[in-house]
């Protein structure tokens, strides 16, 4: 199984300031998965990162509030972008493992971020 | 897109109960994965199920693909299993990257 490093854990910030996450994977992979999950709601889907090409993100987000970076196959960065309190959520990065069936997907622990 | 309902919602268990949970899906799945949220946030693989019964310990998981639900069984349940139990799937169909969440049972046990 994947071994994903995500930091940071947890942040406050100021509203309309910018927060990078990164999460770090222990081998390489070919697409990064970032979600979002808002105080108890469940997982959506933020984007997928893939090294080389441009993130492809999903119906009702947008890259210039949440640029991505994929400059390798075993890292990645999801920046949230002038912050306001509706931004307060848990990020999680994903990968799969291709080894298993169709891909068995595995999370870092997330980063929980509030803006105030 | 496919559609995924968890229920119960909410469960409330003494710690000793068993206990089912439930996953229904609306379409045909090629993975299928049940993964628990623990108080932290973090979430933690329990089983990758697209198909067929596994066990884990306390912990059993059967899918029956024909039939479009899944359930995760939890034996002799200790407070340390309190938290949202996920179920989350990938379609067979064309939309076949990305995984699709129920919305999460919230399992709490008391001692």
């Known amino acids: 199984s994947a071994v994903i490093s995500q930091k940071p854990s947890r942040d406050i910030c100021q509203r309309g300031t910018s927060l990078t996450i990164q999460c770090q994977v222990d081998s390489q992979v070919t697409m990064m998965f970032w979600y979002r999950q808002q105080p108890g709601q469940s997982l959506t889907l933020i984007a997928t990162?893939?090294?080389?090409?441009?993130?492809?993100?999903e119906s009702g987000f947008v890259i210039d509030k949440f640029p991505i970076s994929r400059p390798n196959l075993t890292f990645s960065t999801l920046t949230v972008s002038n912050m306001s309190p509706e931004d307060s959520s848990i990020y999680l990065c994903?990968?799969?493992?291709?080894?298993?069936?169709?891909?068995?997907?595995?999370f870092g622990q997330g980063t929980r971020l509030t803006v105030v | 897109g496919i559609q995924v309902e968890q229920s119960p919602p909410d469960l409330i268990l003494q710690e000793g109960a068993n206990s089912t949970l439930r996953c229904n899906f609306s379409d045909s799945v090629n993975n299928l994965q049940w993964f628990h949220q623990n108080p932290w946030g973090q979430l933690i693989n329990l089983f990758y199920i697209p198909s067929g019964t596994k066990q884990n310990g306390r912990l059993s998981a059967t899918t029956v693909a024909t039939e479009r639900y899944s359930l995760l069984y939890i034996s002799s349940s200790q407070t340390t299993d309190s938290g949202v139990y996920f179920c989350?799937?990938?379609?067979?169909?064309?939309?076949?990257?990305?995984?699709?969440f129920g919305k999460g049972t919230l399992l709490t046990v008391n001692p």
């Open positions: 990162a893939n090294q080389g090409s441009e993130a492809t993100y």
């Open positions: 989350a799937v990938k379609g067979a169909g064309g939309s076949n990257y990305k995984l699709t």
């Open positions: 994903s990968v799969e493992d291709r080894s298993v069936g169709r891909g068995e997907a595995f």
